[in-house]
């Protein structure tokens, strides 16, 4: 609060709502990831960090995903503090909704190794479908702030890639077996539309010779062992295999509900360029051009972000939008 005799009452508090003020505040918001199996490094970031006031009895922690119920005990037990959870949906949502309109930098397009920042209009926001990709997808059609309807998924995702991948290449984290597929050769196991016409484009039906016709198709027509194929070439397979149906499912739920802009995010994109572009291609391919995919920058934390500002509800959130214009990286 500024002390100020010269500042009206407004000026120093900076917002009014529902006949509450509130002070605007500086600072930032900081991200940081842990995998649901590093529980515990979690626990000593926190702590290293003195991120919670270990005698305050009250503390409380905003959480949602299945992690607000599996780990609740645990945070009880380790830090002192009590998890409330919150609705998944409803956070990824208010997540989604707020880093739209608050964050200039936020959507990008990406196409052939190239990230192209999107101005969304937000007058012009709605429809749209988040394709929230965890270790399954879901598919949320969102209409407004607070209105919206989960109208499909897959159970094929995140966690096929990894739990698939860990048993075919024995990588030991996620963030390994992605960066093994930058090295990756997907023909020495798919099946190309040019395997199956001698080289050539299936040209009448729009199919290049590069166009995989069947993923991990080789392997049924070679005498190899799964040792004989390199893991870069396994890992690069798996990753378009999902991603293209990830696209493709996408844009068809898409089109069923008459939406055009898709927004992605979830931890399995993790920035990946290969994986947007596998994507976006997927989506060009099947609207023939008349759609796109788009990205957004903090996609693994909408879900935090909505939580985060449930403490206030729709308060806080309003707030932000209001007041906030992020311009780091």
């Known amino acids: 609060m500024v002390n100020d005799k010269n500042k009206s009452t407004e000026e120093s508090f900076g917002v009014f709502n529902d ?7 500086g600072g930032w918001l ?11 490094e979690c626990f000593e970031f926190v702590h290293s960090k003195q991120l919670y006031r270990g005698d305050n009895a009250n503390a409380v922690i905003k959480a949602t995903g299945g992690g607000a119920y599996k780990f609740a005990d645990l945070f009880k037990e380790k830090l002192g503090v009590v998890i409330e959870k919150e609705d998944e949906m409803d956070c990824l949502v208010a997540g989604a909704n707020f880093l739209l309109k608050a964050i200039r930098h936020e959507a990008f397009t990406h196409k052939e190794g190239l990230k192209e920042f999107v101005q969304i ?3 012009d926001m ?9 270790s399954g997808v879901s598919m949320i059609k969102v209409d407004g702030d607070g209105k919206f309807q989960r109208v499909s998924g897959t159970n094929v995702g995140g966690g096929t890639y990894w739990g698939l991948g860990r048993l075919l290449t024995k990588c030991k984290s996620f963030d390994e077996l992605l960066e093994l597929s930058k090295m990756g050769d997907n023909s020495a196991i798919d099946m190309l539309v040019g395997d199956i016409y001698g080289g050539l484009d299936y040209s009448k039906i729009g199919l290049t010779a590069s166009t995989i016709a069947s993923s991990f198709g080789k392997a049924i027509s070679e005498n190899k062992e799964i040792e004989d194929y390199r893991p870069e070439d396994i890992s690069l397979s798996l990753l378009s295999m999902i991603s293209y149906n990830i696209g493709q499912i996408s844009y068809l739920i898409a089109l069923q509900y008459g939406i055009k802009r898709i927004f992605f ?6 920035g990946h360029a290969f994986t947007m572009d ?8 099947w609207s023939k051009g008349g759609a796109q995919a788009m990205f957004l920058r903090h996609e693994g934390f909408l879900g ?10 729709h308060v806080l959130y309003d707030l932000m939008v209001d007041q906030l214009v992020e311009t780091g990286k």
């Open 304 to 313: 935090a972000l909505g939580a985060f500002m449930s403490y206030e509800k």
């Open 30 to 40: 900081h991200f940081v990831k842990f995998e649901t199996a590093k529980i515990n």
């Open 265 to 270: 995010g979830g931890f399995f994109i993790r």
């Open 126 to 134: 709605y429809p749209y479908l988040l394709v929230n990709i965890g």
């Open 19 to 25: 006949n509450r003020s509130f002070p605007i505040l």
């Open 278 to 285: 596998t994507v976006s291609f997927a989506i060009r391919f």
């Open 121 to 123: 209009n937000h007058n």
